[in-house]
């Protein structure tokens, strides 16, 4: 039986080429988190990475510093304090890289819509790849997203990070108005 | 000869804190010479959002003040309300708001197996007490609707009544979860590493503990016995049998064994109370919940939570919004001055440990 | 019935036999208030920490009376051994809000003074603790202060998601569908 690698059946072509198809084959299958809990939803990644809900199964596992993750999970709100921060840290991570936005909060504010500390929509500070809703979202709907995120690499739409980098005026004009001190210095890629 | 110190942000994105928060060390080699704590990345500003929600509207957004274990801050709203209004609950209500505080007192313990031994590099025991943890969170899922925020102890009683079955699912939960503890045990309090970690570790002074504002589990571990449970009883606390677990020894271990003791105090305590549950009504209905209103006055609720004394201060004036809730969370002593103070002279690679043993949990610090 | 009142009774005239110009009140159950001047708390704590055995702290406070220009500030401290709560209250003065510093008498109240300093702007004047505790880089008016409109902050401020275009009330749309009158339960409960 001839053995053929049947490249239809693992990533869809989509125009790419069959460097970029291996390529984000492999991206797929390991995927880094962040280790930075930057709300209430922290309280559900535990749950999701332990043994009911297994999500190294997939090959999703937690890293320590910036220069090691892929995604970064924004779970919950976001209060300015922490936005800075996050910004930071974003900046920081290696390309390629992702941006989940977990919870109600990260869409529209959620319940805190009219507090003065918390943003209402992350799209405008950050490209955000996949939006979980929910309030918490279970462990369930958490690896759904995280298989939505793998179906988005695997057609090669996974870009977020070219995108920050074109639109750095807009993304950068948007966070100076929330933030007054604004700590790095103006650089471009 | 001038001594040089080195500063090092144990930041807000570190795998080894307990929540979002900023500790800023001043280190001489491997010890602490100063420490800073910096709270304030989860501020939302709750009791700003408090004072424009209705009575009503507020028992859904009061479960958000502390993650990790959501019923305590609802129970205290309750028992402050309930003083204002000179309001009684029925016996069935009380009792059912005992099973889910114990509950959650449970699961939070078991939470906090995980993060204890995992600072100290032992990793088996978070991925077994997490996944055990679930069972708990699958019966609050069947009481309530939800695994993480339940929203069910109301002013006046709880939401539902609990449905057909539930009680032997708990008693069998129960009797799982008394067999795994031993095992966990063996792993955790038998093991010559986290012994040898744990034994003389951040010290708290036992003269100072009630000046310095220290509640729960590390006051117990300094030999003071002091519980609100048995000291100003709520709900059903003085119809059920149990003990408070003091230990002398003021460090790490003595906390770590208080917390042994009280799990399985815990699990005695909902096998009572699903043997005595009486018949009858489960809430005493407020009126039309929209035009509410709740007579002038102020009173301060307080409940025993896994971590400490958690208090609601509620003042009203007549009207149908709250003039003024200011909650106090056990971590708002422990983390700021406290920390401040046990840190000095210890080793960086303990800050973890200590951090998860006085239970600082950011969210209820800055609400 | 009035065994039960005996321990608060007691404290009652020993605290109203020490100040005689506090208004001493019994509250309910295991709690009783007092009411004082502001120069004048903190000989009430200290005598009631080192004296009557209230050595431990539950809360402080700070609330805002915005209608009669005042804040007010309770102190809420518990004994061990009567197991009674202690509301010591007083009020200060809303256009230039200053109070004595207490934090000797118990060191977490110092990070209370702080929170209450940044939310409310009330001074303590001697106490050491840094400025920013919650908020980062701040430069309305103290947030907590009742003419503090935190919607139209949030309307200058921050992006909101738009709703859908063809957002509709909910109660006329379901009425149209299904053809049936809004009931008269519904009609009850008004918006305001």
């Keep these: 039986m001839r053995?053929?690698?049947?490249?239809?059946?693992?990533?869809?072509?989509?125009?790419?080429?069959?460097?970029?198809?291996?390529?984000?084959?492999?991206?797929?299958?390991?995927?880094?988190?962040?280790?930075?809990?930057?709300?209430?939803?922290?309280?559900?990644?535990?749950a999701t990475m332990t043994s009911r809900y297994d999500a190294e199964?997939?090959?999703?596992?937690?890293?320590?510093?910036?220069?090691?993750?892929?995604?970064?999970?924004?779970?919950?709100?976001?209060?300015?304090?922490?936005?800075?921060?996050?910004?930071?840290?974003?900046?920081?991570?290696?390309?390629?890289?992702?941006?989940?936005?977990?919870?109600?909060?990260?869409?529209?504010?959620?319940?805190?819509?009219?507090?003065?500390?918390?943003?209402?929509?992350?799209?405008?500070?950050?490209?955000?790849?996949?939006?979980?809703?929910?309030?918490?979202?279970?462990?369930?709907?958490?690896i759904e997203g995280f298989t939505e995120l793998q179906r988005i690499i695997a057609r090669g739409e996974g870009n977020g990070a070219a995108k920050y980098k074109e639109n750095l005026e807009w993304y950068r004009a948007n966070q100076k108005k929330v933030l007054k001190n604004w700590p790095l210095e103006e650089y471009n890629w | 000869m001038r001594e040089k110190t080195t500063t090092l942000y144990l930041g807000p994105q570190h795998p080894g804190i307990t929540g979002n928060m900023m500790v800023k060390l001043q280190l001489d080699g491997d010890t602490i010479v100063k420490a800073k704590t910096e709270v304030g990345y989860l501020h939302r500003a709750f009791e700003k959002l408090i004072e424009r929600r209705n009575w009503m509207q507020s028992t859904t957004i009061l479960c958000r003040f502390c993650v990790p274990e959501p019923d305590p801050p609802e129970a205290a709203f309750a028992l402050a309300v309930e003083k204002l209004e000179g309001r009684e609950v029925p016996e069935r209500g009380k009792y059912l708001r005992t099973l889910v505080l114990e509950l959650a007192r449970i699961q939070t313990y078991m939470l906090w197996y995980a993060g204890q031994s995992g600072s100290a590099g032992l990793y088996t025991i978070g991925q077994w007490s997490v996944g055990d943890r679930n069972y708990v969170l699958d019966l609050f899922e069947e009481l309530t609707g939800g695994r993480i925020y339940h929203m069910y102890i109301w002013p006046g009683g709880v939401r539902r009544d609990i449905p057909e079955g539930f009680e032997d699912k708990v008693l069998k939960t129960m009797d799982y979860l008394e067999k795994r503890l031993d095992q966990f045990d063996k792993l955790v309090f038998d093991n010559a590493i986290f012994q040898k970690r744990a034994q003389g570790v951040g010290i708290i002074n036992p003269d100072k503990a009630i000046e310095w504002g220290v509640v729960g589990p590390p006051l117990r571990g300094c030999g003071i016995a002091h519980d609100v449970r048995k000291d100003n009883p709520y709900d059903a606390y003085d119809q059920l049998d149990f003990e408070m677990g003091v230990f002398e020894g003021n460090d790490v271990w003595s906390r770590a064994r208080v917390r042994q003791f009280e799990i399985r105090q815990s699990i005695s305590m909902v096998r009572q109370i699903i043997d005595k549950l009486p018949k009858g009504e489960y809430l005493n209905k407020m009126p039309n919940p929209m035009k509410w209103t709740v007579p002038a006055g102020s009173a301060y609720g307080k409940v025993e939570s896994a971590r400490g004394e958690f208090g609601f201060h509620v003042v009203s004036d007549g009207s149908i919004y709250p003039r003024r809730v200011h909650a106090r969370g056990p971590a708002y002593a422990h983390a700021v001055t406290l920390l401040e103070d046990v840190l000095v002279g210890a080793n960086v690679a303990d800050v973890s440990f200590i951090m998860n043993s006085l239970g600082t949990c950011p969210p209820e610090i800055e609400r | 019935m009035d065994n039960a009142q005996i321990k608060e009774e007691k404290l009652m005239i020993t605290l109203q036999s020490a100040f005689p110009d506090a208004e001493v009140a019994f509250m309910r159950k295991d709690e009783v208030s007092l009411t004082i001047d502001k120069e004048k708390v903190a000989s009430v704590l200290l005598k009631a920490k080192n004296q009557l055995g209230y050595n431990y702290l539950?809360?402080?406070?700070?609330?805002?009376?915005?209608?009669?220009?005042?804040?007010?500030?309770?102190?809420?401290?518990?004994?061990?051994?009567?197991?009674?709560?202690?509301?010591?209250?007083?009020?200060?003065?809303?256009?230039?809000?200053?109070?004595?510093?207490?934090?000797?008498?118990?060191?977490?109240?110092?990070?209370?003074?702080?929170?209450?300093?940044?939310?409310?702007?009330?001074?303590?004047?001697?106490?050491?603790?840094?400025?920013?505790?919650?908020?980062?880089?701040?430069?309305?008016?103290?947030?907590?202060?009742?003419?503090?409109?935190?919607?139209?902050?949030?309307?200058?401020?921050?992006?909101?998601?738009?709703?859908?275009?063809?957002?509709?009330?909910?109660?006329?749309?379901?009425?149209?569908?299904?053809?049936?009158?809004?009931?008269?339960?519904?009609?009850?409960?008004?918006?305001?």
């Design chain 1, 3 to 46: 053995s053929v690698i049947n490249i239809s059946i693992m990533n869809e072509r989509n125009g790419q080429k069959i460097v970029e198809i291996i390529k984000n084959w492999s991206r797929k299958h390991s995927i880094f988190v962040m280790a930075y809990g930057t709300g209430c939803g922290a309280i559900e990644i535990p």
């Design chain 1, 57 to 142: 199964r997939l090959g999703i596992r937690g890293a320590a510093t910036p220069r090691q993750a892929d995604v970064l999970l924004i779970t919950g709100y976001l209060s300015t304090k922490t936005l800075k921060r996050v910004i930071r840290v974003y900046e920081q991570m290696q390309d390629p890289k992702y941006v989940i936005g977990f919870g109600s909060c990260t869409i529209n504010g959620g319940m805190y819509w009219d507090s003065y500390n918390t943003i209402k929509m992350l799209d405008k500070y950050m490209p955000v790849d996949v939006y979980i809703n929910g309030c918490m979202p279970r462990p369930e709907s958490v």
């Design chain 3, 58 to 192: 539950s809360h402080l406070t700070c609330v805002d009376w915005m209608e009669q220009n005042e804040f007010e500030l309770i102190y809420i401290i518990w004994s061990p051994t009567d197991k009674i709560s202690l509301y010591v209250r007083t009020r200060i003065d809303r256009e230039h809000p200053e109070m004595e510093n207490t934090d000797m008498i118990w060191r977490q109240l110092n990070t209370y003074q702080r929170e209450i300093r940044e939310m409310f702007g009330v001074e303590f004047p001697g106490f050491v603790g840094d400025k920013d505790f919650i908020l980062e880089d701040w430069e309305e008016m103290p947030p907590m202060r009742r003419d503090f409109d935190t919607l139209t902050y949030v309307d200058d401020t921050y992006f909101e998601r738009e709703g859908r275009e063809d957002a509709r009330d909910v109660r006329e749309a379901i009425t149209k569908k299904s053809g049936e009158e809004i009931p008269d339960f519904a009609k009850k409960y008004s918006r305001q």
